[in-house]
């Protein structure tokens, strides 16, 4: 039918590396939030996470490409072209250059315990939907941070924004699954090597197109 647009999901992280749970969250949502497709944006630099440590962004690319595999997954460096450094800057650019996209926001309850210290976080908010997706340990943070006393107003439940007819923010939805406690961090403490695994030739872009050059160091909620 022409005139429906496509509602994608926005998981955005450092993917140092990419795991299982990226990817299992990613299909939850997809079958919850009847996403058409969920887009991995691979953050260049993140400055609430030590640049030590941290992978170039062509190796975690490959990493999160072998965990999408076969999956209605992007892959994808965007923030890389649009030059943009905070998620409420890179958000604001991908509704502008993809009009004709509903986005939602998914985020671990980890990173609601701390929204309120990302740049503009009340405009990420206003820019599109939130989807809070529950993670071991933090949920308890999560309700209690000053990013949910303000947002707590705007909880939809997951019914009626699933069949509502355009999204409009700000709105929060909360989805629970089975926990799945998997990390970068553990990964890398239980394999520090685990970058040597993705040496290659330059990946490209699942969204643009464009070549990510190979070694190339990194550089934001």
Not at 126 to 138: F, H, N, Q, S
Request: proline share 8%.
């Amino acid at each position: 039918m022409t005139g429906i647009r496509k509602r994608i999901g926005l998981l955005g992280g450092s993917f140092n590396p990419a795991h299982g749970a990226h990817r299992r969250i990613s299909l939850f949502a997809l079958r919850s939030l009847r996403l058409d497709e969920v887009w991995w944006l691979v953050s260049p630099g993140n400055p609430l996470k030590p640049a030590e440590g941290m992978a170039p962004l062509a190796t975690r690319v490959l990493s999160a490409m072998a965990q999408a595999k076969r999956a209605r997954i992007r892959v994808t460096a965007i923030e890389r072209e649009l030059g943009t450094r905070y998620t409420a800057d890179t958000l604001k650019a991908l509704t502008r250059r993809y009009p004709k996209r509903e986005f939602v926001w998914l985020m671990g309850s980890d990173n609601l315990a701390q929204f309120h210290r990302w740049r503009d976080w009340r405009g990420i908010a206003r820019t599109m939907p939130i989807a809070v997706i529950a993670r071991p340990g933090y949920d308890a943070a999560a309700i209690a941070s000053p990013a949910m006393a303000w947002l707590r107003r705007f909880s939809v439940p997951l019914p009626s924004f699933v069949n509502r007819g355009e999204w409009s923010a700000p709105a929060l939805v909360t989805l629970r699954f089975d926990p799945d406690e998997r990390s970068a961090t553990a990964i890398r403490r239980a394999d520090p090597d685990w970058a040597l695994r993705y040496a290659g030739p330059s990946p490209r872009d699942q969204l643009t197109h464009r070549r990510i050059p190979s070694g190339e160091e990194t550089t934001a909620p």
